[in-house]
């Protein structure tokens, strides 16, 4: 069973920084670096919102929202995904998901982590 766990998160001031992290467990033996990674974002009573994703060959795309400013990553090696998050904004308060996929699904979820920006 495919588990993701979100760290990183927590509340600081307008234009700082965070680094969200997401461990991945559970994939069968040396698939990881296979499947397309994301990170997605949703607040009471707003709609989801894909951040930025990363695919198997490293590409990237990002919410038009966040360019500029965010930058996902990941280790392969160590199941890992990363989004650096610079000039945060009070609107990026969120709960930040990690999400995985492959064959065009998103399979996986982690349980988030609170990104909360103060003016």
């Known amino acids: 069973q495919v588990q993701l766990v979100e760290s990183g998160g927590g509340s600081v001031q307008a234009g700082g920084s965070l680094r969200l992290s997401c461990v991945g467990s559970?994939?069968?033996?040396?698939?990881?670096?296979?499947?397309?990674m994301g990170w997605f974002r949703q607040g009471l009573g707003k709609e989801r919102e894909r951040v930025a994703r990363?695919?198997?060959?490293?590409?990237?795309e990002y919410a038009d929202s966040v360019k500029g400013r965010f930058t996902i990553s990941r280790d392969n090696a160590k199941n890992t995904l990363y989004l650096q998050m610079n000039s945060l904004k009070p609107e990026d308060t969120d709960m930040y998901y990690c999400?995985?996929?492959?064959?065009?699904?998103?399979?996986?979820w982690g349980q988030g982590t609170q990104v909360t920006v103060s003016s």
């Open positions: 990363i695919n198997s060959d490293g590409t990237t």
């Open positions: 999400r995985s996929g492959r064959f065009g699904v998103w399979y996986y």
């Open positions: 559970g994939y069968t033996y040396l698939t990881y670096h296979k499947y397309f």
